[in-house]
């Protein structure tokens, strides 16, 4: 199985804040990546597909990048509503793996 | 409205089986691919399992393979997920979801919770 390792695991941070999320894969994915936002009692979302396709609905200061092993998603302006947690998913294996998540909270 | 709701979650014993449903609505079900995905409580997301819109790919994830088995009627616009011999390390919400391998899971459930406890 490709492993999926998000760093960090917590993050504290400030309203207007840049904050950048990194996932890594035990072996190159190509763009097969996609990242999700998921609040406490929620359903995830999907914000990033592809490594870098913003999906419809989503704020522009989310943004994704990245291709082979390591990838990055940035939310440029932190937003009340943006402390959840992110998790990054690889499809390039037919065996789907999840990142372990990260916990973004208001300093 | 776009809109998958699940069902079928519950209390089993250590063994026991368990159908969860999904139905879609508000789109063309029968075009697109489905997936299962679980959450243990206070853990991440855990894939499950993957089914074509026509049914002619379905993958399973390690843990669930040879117990779990995935479906869909695109007539009834529904999905479903026949769990047998659950553990108590099925126990998790379950969500179904719809997407792709190249356009990630777009379009998701509110969730069911399985339990399994003796």
């Known amino acids: 199985d490709i492993q999926m390792t998000q760093s960090p695991s917590s993050l504290s941070a400030s309203v207007g804040d840049r904050v950048t999320i990194t996932c890594r894969a035990s072996q190159s994915i190509s763009s097969y990546l996609n990242w999700y936002q998921q609040k406490p009692g929620k359903a995830p979302k999907l914000l990033i597909y592809?490594?870098?396709g913003l999906q419809s609905g989503v704020p522009s200061r989310f943004s994704g990048s990245g291709s082979g092993t390591d990838f990055t998603l940035t939310i440029s302006s932190l937003q009340p509503e943006d402390f959840a947690t992110y998790y990054c998913?690889?499809?390039?294996?037919?065996?789907?793996?999840f990142g372990q998540g990260t916990r973004l909270e208001i300093k | 409205e776009v809109q998958l709701v699940e069902s079928g979650g519950g209390l089993v014993q250590p063994g026991g089986s368990l159908r969860l449903s999904c139905a879609a609505s508000?789109?063309?079900?029968?075009?697109?691919?489905m997936n299962w995905v679980r959450q243990a409580p206070g853990k991440g997301l855990e894939w499950v399992s993957y089914?074509?819109?026509?049914?002619?790919?379905?993958y399973y994830a390690d843990s669930v393979k040879g117990r779990f088995t995935i479906s869909r009627d695109n007539a009834k616009n529904s999905l479903y997920l026949q769990m047998n011999s659950l553990r108590d390390e099925d126990t998790a919400v379950f969500y179904c979801?719809?997407?792709?391998?190249?356009?990630?899971?777009?379009?998701w459930g509110q969730g069911t919770t399985v339990t399994v406890s003796s």
């Open positions: 979801a719809s997407g792709s391998y190249t356009t990630g899971m777009d379009v």
């Open positions: 089914i074509s819109s026509t049914s002619s790919a379905i």
């Open positions: 592809a490594a870098s």
């Open positions: 508000g789109f063309t079900f029968s075009s697109y691919n």
């Open positions: 998913q690889q499809s390039y294996s037919t065996l789907i793996t």
